[in-house]
């Protein structure tokens, strides 16, 4: 299957019938899914950090504990949600890899 299966949300192209398929860089596409893993990744460690700082913040600060518990509590669902993204990028480089290696004619070889 030479035609990609990503689906967004905005940029779509009417495809017109005298066009040409274009040829899809599945290295290049490989490549950015890995940047956008590994940004995932990057912004569910940092939101984890600021989780764990404003725990520690309701803490030492029992005046505006409440206001630290629901910052808390955003930092911890955004780290959730990018660590979904990171998730669903490393499953979109996958697919990538895959259909790079069926361009190039490896085959996959299941055994079970």
């Not at 520690?56 to 206001?67: L, M, V």
């Not at 990018?82 to 055994?111: N, Q, R, Y």
């Amino acid at each position: 299957m030479a035609e990609e299966h990503h689906h967004h949300l905005f940029h779509h192209k009417k495809d017109d019938a005298n066009e040409e398929p274009a040829v899809v860089d599945y290295e290049k596409e490989e490549k950015h899914h890995k940047h956008l893993e590994q940004l995932g990744e990057l912004g569910t460690v940092a939101a984890g950090a600021y989780a764990l700082h404003e725990k520690h913040k309701a803490k030492k600060d029992p005046e505006h504990a409440h206001k630290h518990k629901i910052e808390e509590e955003i930092a911890a669902a955004a780290a959730v949600g990018a660590g979904g993204f990171a998730f669903h990028e490393h499953h979109e480089k996958k697919d990538a890899k895959k259909e790079d290696e069926e361009a190039h004619g490896k085959k996959h070889h299941h055994l079970f």
